[in-house]
């Protein structure tokens, strides 16, 4: 008998360690791998420190089985087809390193799974920069490594770091993964910072004078996660300075361990100012490092670059029409240039960044009027609160009575209840910079202000809202919305007075109710209005203010309208993202209202004709549209804005045009270098090995030893790429009906994109589903003695037996690592099968195609009634102890590592003719 594999409590315990404590001899074992248990919460410990021997129970091992007597009852029969059955659920665990073969709480895709095993088994990547661009999936993949970490340690300090309006969002997601965080935010927080050990917090809340020392006097943070870092060294025109979020960061990580991590998050890491990355990646940095050392902790891929397991592409393409011009009438472009007059900034020698702010607070005023005259009244009506106005000084309350409903209320809403509300909003934004929907808080209107201007345009704004007449809605609407027949459409705009005011004018027209997201709604209010869009007797449109631009998820619908045009081109990517992303199933159209004449509708056609004259050689033409656009969300947001605020019309002046033209040759060359320094990692990822085990594995398994029948008539819409286009077909799908009547579909799944019969019932398939890993561990450790089978060669195996030899044994291993942290504790990360062919001179390693050749064994070969005596029995066994020895002996550098191994002998395969 063997120690190698001892019963402890009646569980099979692998050796990891012998010791000797104090002259007494004791035992660390290794518990079965935790895949094994599934989705179970509670698990065994990894392993079992200082276990007295004399607790323990021998265990066979498979070669010293192959020659031992029965036991009373069994048969060899039976024995060789446990043995085999105890190989193939091993084998599913231990050749599925990337976890393809679980299922989850949400879809994960192939780019996320291989992420998150790059980076937590990969050497070197404690701390990562995920640069992925929208719409790839950055919360899920920080919320399966954090799944994973806890998981190897449920005791460990986790912060995550958000803007305030995401931190319900990633609240939501993390819930849908069975992660369950406290949220820190000015409203609605109900985290603790000094006892609990999980939170989300508001970024702004958390660099706020209040807290900031408060927070950099915790405990540290085993993970640290930051999403949206790229606002942490940029510049910022009001609210709190973004350098104190720099400040919070790099303090909180300095206190971590060298065990600890940080996971940055950004969609737009780069954002054109080569200092501002350049800081993001010093936080990558270790003490002593280069800034070199932290290039490969970097990850950048588009969606062209993602692929399903298969190789196919997980988005269809994305076709952006040509801008809709609407003429404004009169009076309101001559309110735009009025407004242009009052807010232009004059030059401030020495002072950068109070021009930046007054040149911020201008395109702001520009943006919001030319977006609706609604929102250009509700902006002008916010500045004159902030320039201490109260409701006696006219024509205040006319204006906020023009502005009703406003938010939730009611048409009729009392104005003094509404200018409470404004006020209380205005303040908020001032303190926490979390109103999704308003204006970005500035510096607050002198009180020197020319106050008889600023009531003349509020004026001014109140006609406009009143007119009957409203161009842009009726061109909307017939060159966009009335051609679409049925289709779903989401519309997106800045403002929130934009939204409210097209949401009735719409319902006036149509008779229903568009469904609306503005900031302020409660996850409850908001998941409800996009339930109501997306059930087919709902309503046909969705408006969404910029409150909508992240977190929501909407690719049941391909098409988008952008009712304005940001001065920061990273939002409309943000707003297309809520469509073009995973699950969208056809091609995305985009369509853009622009005002005649205005600046940013010249500005994008001159940057359209630049980028096409330097690209026309180095973009193919199906991808000029996501070029252009992640092109533009490179150029620095006050650069354009410098541009287009000189004047509230076109044309832009000859000097005009050669600025936007270098920014444009600019931000090309910065996305062509970005993308070539980290291609590398991208393919590192792409790259990693997906193990043996597939899905017809799985599928066999279960209708072998599970009772698993096929079920039929249901079929699946996959992507297809053919002549460079990206196609939809229907596929028959592969469902089976397991032991518990679920229906269960065999492949990746893909969040239900399923028809026929009994296809609202398909659900996905994994390893971890309870009845899934019952069955796992049954076969892997049964309770009598396993591991020994005597087949015959069957006869589909000729060209194996010609190859391998007649008469051979085969040897299957698995070995299991685990790492030590520089705190003493002992984490599993990971498994792994190594199997050889022992005969009659030499024991070799077997090929992977050998090696996934053994699961079909019990397929293709004849279980014998009876052993046939071989002299390689003799040889298997001292074979065996050789390679538990040689598999458990860890290398110089996995020790400096600390990575020790245990290994579970589970199969001794006699094949003979």
């Known amino acids: 008998m063997s120690s190698h594999v001892v019963l402890f409590e009646r569980i099979p315990h692998a050796v990891l360690r012998e010791a000797n404590d104090w002259g007494i001899r004791v035992l660390d074992l290794a518990s079965p791998p935790r895949r094994l248990w599934g989705s179970q919460a509670a698990l065994p410990a990894p392993v079992r420190t200082h276990i007295d021997p004399y607790q323990t129970q021998p265990y066979s091992l498979p070669g010293e089985l192959l020659t031992a007597p029965l036991s009373d009852g069994d048969t060899w029969s039976a024995m060789s087809k446990r043995s085999l059955a105890r190989f193939e659920a091993f084998f599913l665990v231990a050749e599925d390193p990337q976890r393809r073969l679980d299922t989850r709480e949400v879809v994960t895709l192939a780019h996320q799974v291989s992420l998150v095993r790059h980076i937590i088994d990969t050497p070197g990547r404690r701390r990562v920069l995920i640069g992925d661009e929208v719409g790839l999936g950055k919360t899920v993949v920080a919320g399966l490594i954090i799944q994973e970490l806890l998981a190897a340690n449920s005791g460990l300090r986790v912060l ?54 408060r927070l950099l006097q915790s405990r540290p943070w085993d993970l640290i996660v930051v999403d949206e870092c790229h606002h942490l060294s940029a510049w910022g025109d009001g609210g709190v300075d973004p350098v104190r979020k720099y400040r919070l960061v790099r303090d909180l990580v300095s206190a971590q ?23 993001l990646l010093r936080l990558l940095q270790l003490p002593g490092e280069s800034q070199d050392a932290a290039a490969g902790r970097v990850i950048y891929r588009t969606k062209e670059d993602v692929r399903d397991w298969d190789g196919n592409p997980l988005f269809p393409r994305r076709q952006v029409n040509p801008p809709i ?45 030319a977006s609706s005259p609604n929102a250009g009244l509700g902006y002008l009506v916010r500045q004159s609160l902030r320039a201490g106005w109260t409701l006696e000084q006219a024509p205040l309350s006319e204006a906020i009575a023009a502005l009703r409903p406003y938010r939730s209320g009611a048409p009729d809403e009392p104005v003094e209840s509404v200018y409470g509300r404004l006020v209380a909003e205005i303040g908020r934004q001032a303190s926490d910079d979390d109103v999704e929907d308003i204006e970005e808080n500035v510096d607050e209107l002198s009180s020197e202000v020319d106050h008889g201007a600023l009531a003349s345009l509020i004026r001014q704004g109140i006609k406009l809202v009143r007119s009957p007449r409203q161009l842009k809605w009726e061109r909307l609407w017939r060159d966009v919305l009335q051609p679409a027949g049925r289709e779903k459409i989401v519309l997106f705009a800045q403002p ?15 008779g229903q109710r568009p469904a609306i997201i503005i900031g302020g709604q409660t996850d409850a209010e908001r998941d409800g209005e996009v339930a109501r869009f997306k059930d087919a007797t709902g309503p046909q449109f969705l408006i969404s203010s910029r409150a909508g631009g992240e977190g929501i998820n909407l690719q049941f619908s391909r098409r988008l309208v952008h009712l304005d045009v940001p001065w920061n081109p990273m939002e409309m990517e943000q707003r297309v993202g809520r469509v073009h992303r995973f699950g969208s199933r056809e091609t995305i159209l985009v369509d853009t209202i622009v005002v005649r004449d205005s600046r940013e509708t010249q500005a994008w056609s001159v940057a359209r004709e630049r980028l096409t004259a330097i690209a026309q050689t180095l973009v193919a033409p199906d991808r000029f549209e996501t070029v252009f656009s992640r092109v533009m969300c490179l150029i620095p947001p006050e650069e354009l ?48 090995p997906a193990g043996l085990a597939r899905w017809r594995h799985v599928s066999d398994f279960l209708t072998h030893y599970g009772g698993a029948e096929k079920a039929i008539g249901i079929a699946r819409t996959r992507f297809v790429q053919r002549d460079g286009q990206v196609e939809t077909v229907e596929q028959s799908a592969d469902v089976l009906k397991l032991s518990d009547g679920s229906l269960c579909f065999v492949g990746d799944f893909d969040g239900g994109l399923f028809t026929g019969q009994s296809s609202n019932l398909v659900g996905p398939l994994g390893l971890n589903l309870p009845p899934v890993a019952e069955l796992l561990r049954t076969c892997a450790s049964p309770a009598s003695p396993t591991g020994a089978a005597h087949l015959r060669w069957g006869d589909d195996q000729k060209q194996l037996r010609s190859r391998l030899g007649h008469e051979v044994i085969f040897l299957a291993f698995v070995r299991q690592t685990f790492r030590l942290d520089s705190i003493g504790g002992i984490h599993e990360v990971g498994t792994e099968l190594a199997a050889y062919v022992v005969g009659q001179d030499q024991t070799s390693l077997l090929s992977p195609e050998d090696r996934a050749g053994l699961f079909d064994m019990s397929r293709l070969a004849t279980v014998r009634v009876r052993p046939v005596e071989s002299p390689l029995f ?3 066994v001292a074979e065996e102890l050789r390679l538990i020895n040689e598999l458990r002996r860890p290398s110089e550098e996995d020790i400096k590592q600390g990575l020790r191994y245990a290994v579970w002998p589970i199969l001794a395969l006699h094949l003979s003719a």
Do not use: M
């Not at 900034?345 to 109070?354: D, K, L, R, Y």
């Not at 541009?643 to 270098?662: F, G, K, M, W």
């Open 160 to 213: 995550y770091l958000a803007p305030a309006r995401l931190v319900a969002n990633v609240g939501r997601e993390f819930k849908r993964l069975s992660l369950f965080f406290r949220e820190w935010k000015s409203q609605d927080g109900d985290a603790r910072l000094e006892t609990d050990s999980r939170i989300i917090a508001s970024i702004h809340r958390a660099v706020h004078p209040n807290h900031f020392e």
């Open 257 to 279: 361990s060298a065990e600890s991590r940080l996971l940055l998050l950004s969609g737009t890491p780069h954002q054109a100012h080569a200092a501002r990355f350049d800081n």
């Open 325 to 369: 011009v609407v003429d404004l009438d009169p009076d309101h472009r001559s309110w735009l240039a009025d407004i242009h007059g009052f807010f232009q900034p004059h030059p401030i020698p020495g002072s950068q960044a109070v021009q930046r702010a007054a040149g911020w607070k201008c395109a702001q005023a520009l943006q919001w009027a």
């Open 496 to 510: 929130i007075e934009t939204v409210l005011a097209l949401a009735i004018w719409l319902q006036n027209k149509t």
């Open 641 to 688: 804005q410098t541009v287009l605020i000189n004047s509230s019309a076109s044309p832009l002046a000859d000097n005009e045009v050669q600025r936007l033209s270098s920014l444009v040759e600019s931000g090309f060359r910065d996305w062509q270098n970005f993308h070539d320094r980290y291609a590398a990692n991208q393919r590192q990822i792409r790259e990693q």
């Open 874 to 876: 003799v040889r298997t």
